[in-house]
C-alpha cells in the first residue's frame, strides 16, 4: 500500500462517490491511497478545521492543528487502519508544525469511531446534541436554510434536534500527547462485526462504488 499528494479531481471524486455527505470539504492536504495491486482507492484528507476555536482548549493556533475531513474509499484498499497510520505519518513528517490531528464520529450516522480506536486515536467525549436541522428536499439540512424561504413554508417544515458527534485526537508530538492524555475516556462501543482491516469492510467511510454500504454503519 503507498499513498501520495492527491490532486483536488481525485479528492473531488471520491468524496461525491465513495463517502456518505456526498461533498468535498474544505481541504488543506490530501493523500491518494493506492493498493498493493496499484489500484486507486480514494483519498484522505485534513483541513484546517471550522476555526481557530478547534484548537483553543488544548492552547493551539491556526496551523498547529489539522481536523482528519474525509476517508473516502472504496474498499479496494487491503487495510483501512493502515492506510490512516501512513497517512499520520506523512502529515508529521510534511507539516512539523502541526502538533494535534482532530476528527469526529458522527451520532447521526451512528457512527463510533471504530477505525480511530484501531489505530489509537485518544477519545475525549462526546458533544451534546444542539441546534435544529429540518427536512428540506429530502434531507436534512442546517436550520440556516430558514433565510432561503418564507417562513410560512419554513414552519410547515419538519424539524429534529441536531444530533452531537464523538471526538478523537491525535496529538504527534510528546508534549501534547502528555496533555491530550489526562483528557482521555474509555472508547464508546456497540456490537460490530470483526474486520476492521478487512478490504470490504473495514469502516464508516468505505464505500461501494457511488452508494456506500449499509454495513458500513457496523464498523463507524
Not at 480514494?42 to 482528519?68: D, H, M, R, T, W
Not at 513528517?93 to 485518544?122: C, E, R
Amino acid at each position: 500500500m503507498r499513498l501520495e499528494i492527491a490532486s483536488y479531481k481525485a479528492l473531488k471524486y471520491s468524496s461525491l462517490n465513495f463517502h456518505y455527505a456526498k461533498r468535498v470539504p474544505v481541504n488543506r492536504i490530501a493523500y491518494s491511497v493506492f493498493n498493493d495491486s496499484s489500484e486507486w482507492c480514494g483519498c484522505i484528507s485534513f483541513g484546517g478545521g471550522a476555526g481557530a476555536f478547534l484548537g483553543k482548549p488544548y492552547n493551539l493556533v491556526q496551523g498547529e492543528f489539522l481536523e482528519l475531513t474525509r476517508m473516502a474509499l472504496n474498499g479496494k484498499q487491503e487495510s483501512t487502519s493502515k492506510a490512516m497510520s501512513i497517512a499520520i505519518k506523512l502529515v508529521k513528517k510534511n507539516n512539523p508544525s502541526v502538533k494535534l490531528l482532530i476528527s469526529y464520529a458522527d451520532k447521526k450516522q451512528n457512527h463510533f469511531g471504530v477505525i480511530y480506536q484501531a489505530t489509537n486515536w485518544i477519545y475525549v467525549g462526546s458533544s451534546k446534541s444542539s441546534g435544529t436541522e429540518v427536512f428540506y428536499k429530502n434531507k436534512w439540512v442546517h436550520n440556516r436554510m430558514s433565510s432561503q424561504v418564507s417562513k410560512e413554508y419554513y414552519d410547515k417544515l419538519s424539524k429534529r434536534k441536531k444530533f452531537g458527534k464523538r471526538k478523537y485526537l491525535y496529538p504527534l508530538n510528546k508534549s501534547i500527547r502528555k496533555q491530550i492524555c489526562k483528557l482521555s475516556k474509555p472508547y464508546p462501543k456497540k456490537n460490530c462485526l470483526s474486520g476492521v482491516t478487512g478490504s470490504t469492510s473495514s469502516f464508516q467511510d468505505e464505500g461501494r462504488g457511488s452508494n456506500p454500504t449499509e454495513r458500513l454503519n457496523y464498523y463507524a
